[in-house]
């Protein structure tokens, strides 16, 4: 097997050197993509670090779209052998000159490779002090296509992650570059936010960086322009910092977060606050869940409020977005005590979702189900008896009679609506008064285990979590009866896609 390796590694150097003295040679460069997609990439790394590329450099110089491909089709496998040090000393020219390149597909190569130099703490500083090569980076963001754009971040994101690469961005004649890039058009200048604060939340240090190069003071007077979509990205751009906890701190400090919290209560008598609200309501969940959802929700009560209210106006986007909200607060346990502090005001939001989750759009329908299982879901380990009460309270709220409005949604012929309801039942049959109300629901235990109910795959995985979520609690055989819980503990057994098999009797000479 290695002589096989070794003579596949020598045909690739072999069909190098014929390409480089043919007139045409796009026949030889099929044979070596052939070759090189053969042979596996640790035999390759071997027989790549001998060789030179820059024939295959040089044909990427032309116009024929086809010979473009295969080159860079090889090219990629080829420096992906290379370690990133040998790389970035022996092509470090090739790779700058590819960031000129008039097709796409080189810029790419080119920028991916770059990226993986600047993963190698030893190979990067080769690259730094080339100021003409991160020049043509920053370029590559302002392109036309998004494709190159997004790769360009991509590498120069990397190439920060290290107190050399951010001195390279921000204290040298590139950042005026970065600043130059961002005049092209509000496209470009939001990819340079993109990449900016994707370097501000790696750590405080280059937070620092980034607040140094006025990037985010200008990014903050955004926020009070007069284009409500540039506002809206705006503040989509401000919740990447949320990520990070010196980010989070430096937004109080400045007191973004509450200037953002008066942009939801100004939304009011804003005509076009429906063009930025949906961000506005975002920042703050995104910060309660990685926060803490009681301290947001009491520092900023205009925030559940707007929530609440959303849910219950009739604008199909806003309702989505309070949807979401409200179950990613009420997925968590602190989350749940901080809706139920509210009151009735969390009480007349749960008879909302009842009435969302059967007269609404399907898309709303689904995300309410989705909602609704997320706010009754309570492990183990939480269940007290306060909290089981809680959760109990919220199911009958939704409806007069939930068991059956849920068990009618879960027969109609729509499979999300169909899951939706199932994902309801399985986040309250962990619970004793979910697995009572079951079973005195009459004739729904039969239905649990009738597998004929489920006609695809995901309903078939929904039912048998289902399953799993009442046969793996202490209290189902006492609540559901011996019997019962046999035939669950059985279907469990047998897995979701079990089919019973059906005897059948040929008789001969029958018709």
Same mark, same amino acid.
């Given at each position: ?5 070794? /003579?596949?590694?020598? !045909? ?7 390409? =480089? ?9 099929? !044979? ?17 670090? *001998? ?19 295969? +080159?860079?089709?090889?090219?990629? %496998? ?26 796409? %597909?080189? /810029? ?21 002090? !080339? ?7 920053? &370029? ?69 960086? +980034?607040?140094? *190069?006025?990037?985010? @003071? ?6 009070? =322009? ?15 910092? @949320?990520?990070?906890?010196? *980010? ?50 009491? +520092? ?13 106006? &009739? ?45 609404? !759009? ?5 995300? +309410? ?10 492990? @183990? ?19 007069? &009679? ?20 199932? /994902? ?5 049959? *962990? ?57 669950? %503990? ?22």
């Amino acid at each position: 097997r290695v002589t096989a390796r070794g /003579k596949m590694a020598a !045909s690739v150097s072999e069909l190098l050197r014929e390409i =480089g003295e043919r007139d045409e040679p796009l026949a030889g460069l099929h !044979s070596l993509k052939a070759a090189v997609n053969a042979v596996p990439l640790n035999a390759l790394r071997e027989v790549a670090t *001998g060789l030179r590329f820059g024939v295959l450099f040089n044909l990427l110089e032309t116009d024929d779209r086809e010979q473009i491909d295969v +080159c860079v089709a090889i090219l990629e %496998r080829l420096l992906q052998a290379l370690e990133p040090v040998y790389l970035a000393q022996t092509y470090k020219l090739e790779l700058q000159k590819g960031l000129q390149h008039s097709d796409d %597909r080189v /810029k790419v190569l080119a920028l991916t490779q770059i990226g993986r130099i600047a993963e190698s703490i030893d190979a990067v500083v080769l690259v730094l002090g !080339s100021l003409e090569l991160l020049k043509e980076m920053i &370029h590559s963001i302002g392109g036309e296509r998004i494709s190159v754009a997004n790769e360009a971040i991509k590498s120069l994101s990397r190439i920060a992650q290290n107190k050399a690469g951010l001195d390279a961005l921000f204290t040298t004649s590139i950042l005026q570059d970065l600043k130059d890039v961002m005049g092209i058009n509000d496209v470009v200048r939001y990819r340079v936010y993109e990449l900016v604060l994707g370097i501000a939340v790696m750590s405080p240090a280059s937070l620092e960086y +980034c607040v140094n *190069g006025s990037f985010i @003071t200008r990014l903050l007077g955004e926020l009070a =322009g007069d284009d409500v979509l540039i506002r809206a990205t705006a503040i989509e751009m401000l919740t990447t910092l @949320t990520q990070s906890q010196h *980010g989070r701190l430096y937004l109080a400090q400045q007191g973004i977060i509450d200037r953002i919290s008066n942009m939801i209560i100004g939304a009011n008598s804003d005509p076009f606050s429906s063009f930025y609200l949906p961000n506005l309501v975002k920042f703050f969940g995104n910060l309660a869940m990685v926060d803490s959802p009681q301290q947001i929700c009491e +520092c900023y009560p205009a925030f559940i409020e707007k929530v609440f209210e959303m849910i219950k106006g &009739h604008e199909q986007t806003m309702i989505g977005v309070g949807l979401d909200t409200i179950g990613m607060l009420g997925s968590c346990l602190e989350g749940k005590q901080v809706l139920n502090k509210t009151g009735t005001a969390f009480q007349d939001v749960l008879s909302r979702l009842g009435s969302i989750s059967c007269n609404a !759009s399907s898309d709303l329908r689904i995300r +309410c189900l989705e909602t609704i299982a997320r706010l009754h879901s309570l492990p @183990t380990d939480q269940q007290t008896e306060d909290l089981l009460g809680m959760t109990e309270s919220w199911f009958h709220a939704l409806h007069n &009679h939930p068991m059956e409005t849920f068990r009618s949604l879960s027969m109609q012929p729509f499979p999300e609506i169909h899951i939706g309801a199932l /994902k309801v039942f399985t986040a309250i049959a *962990g619970q004793p008064w979910g697995q009572r109300l079951m079973i005195s629901t009459p004739g729904f235990v039969e239905y649990i285990v009738d597998r004929t109910t489920e006609a695809d795959k995901s309903s078939k995985d929904a039912k048998f979590e289902l399953v799993k979520a009442l046969v793996n609690t202490k209290t189902i055989a006492e609540i559901f009866g011996n019997q019962h819980y046999l035939k669950l %503990r059985a279907y469990l057994q047998e897995g979701p896609y079990f089919v019973k098999a059906v005897a059948t009797v040929a008789v001969e000479g029958g018709e």
